[in-house]
């Protein structure tokens, strides 16, 4: 089974309303990321945050981290058609090395 | 310029024949990895190499045989193609900080390779 494992699968929302998708994982870790998928295309990194930190902000991108439940949520405020993507969260574990692990990703559509 | 490039971006074969996509990146990276993604979206490690040595070798079939010439070079060959093969796989690179698989992964476009 996937380390991460993104939650809800869809989301379907207006343009200037926020998303949020959650990701739990199932061992410890030291950093865990999320990246966006465009349709066709490869997946660019968003942001990393690192265990021993519970709130990461980047533009309009907001991810907070929980280390006891082992989940981390992405929100994107005001959401723009161009937001319309997919979402994963990876995660590198203490002992998994180089490895980086990823969930099945949220789908985001965001109508205009 | 970009980044990772991989070759070719679409591939279309019949069963039990040979191929081979190649990926390249020029950020000078010393880890490179190919993941692939299947169907449903999920996307897997198959492979990882660090300064052309194999450090990551997930359970793929021994027809998937990777090849790293150098560090900014990462191909995969793959025998007798099945079915169950048609995916998207992508190449990436990272920068290994301090051994502990952080650092962010920088993706190729994919190649997404259909077996008939």
């Known amino acids: 089974s996937q380390q991460g494992e993104e939650d809800p699968q869809a989301l379907s929302i207006q343009e200037g309303e926020n998303a949020t998708m959650n990701c739990s994982y199932k061992?410890?870790?030291?950093?865990l990321q999320w990246y966006r998928q465009n349709s066709g295309r490869g997946l660019v990194h968003l942001i990393l945050?690192?265990?021993?930190?519970r709130e990461k902000h980047s533009g309009r991108l907001r991810v907070t981290l929980d280390t006891s439940k082992k989940s981390s949520s992405l929100l994107i405020t005001a959401s723009r058609a161009a937001d319309t993507a997919s979402y994963f969260c990876?995660?590198?574990?203490?002992?998994?090395?180089?490895?980086?692990?990823f969930g099945g990703g949220t789908r985001v559509l965001v109508k205009p | 310029d970009t980044a990772v490039s991989q070759t070719p971006k679409y591939l279309v074969t019949q069963m039990g024949n040979d191929k081979s996509i190649k990926c390249e990146q020029n950020?000078?990276?010393?880890?490179m990895y190919w993941y692939k993604q299947d169907s449903k979206k999920f996307l897997k490690i198959m492979f990882s190499?660090?300064?052309?040595?194999?450090?990551i070798n997930e359970t793929v079939p021994n027809r998937f045989s990777p090849k790293s010439p150098d560090k900014a070079h990462l191909n995969l060959h793959i025998n007798s193609l099945e079915l169950g093969d048609s995916a998207v796989y992508f190449c990436?690179?990272?920068?290994?900080?301090?051994?502990?698989?952080?650092?962010?992964?920088?993706f190729g476009e994919g190649s997404r390779l259909t077996v008939l």
């Open positions: 990436a690179s990272r920068q290994e900080v301090l051994g502990k698989g952080t650092g962010e992964l920088f």
């Open positions: 061992t410890s870790i030291n950093n």
């Open positions: 945050i690192r265990s021993n930190e």
């Open positions: 990876a995660t590198g574990g203490v002992a998994a090395g180089n490895k980086l692990t």
């Open positions: 950020l000078g990276h010393d880890t």
């Open positions: 190499y660090n300064n052309k040595e194999l450090i």
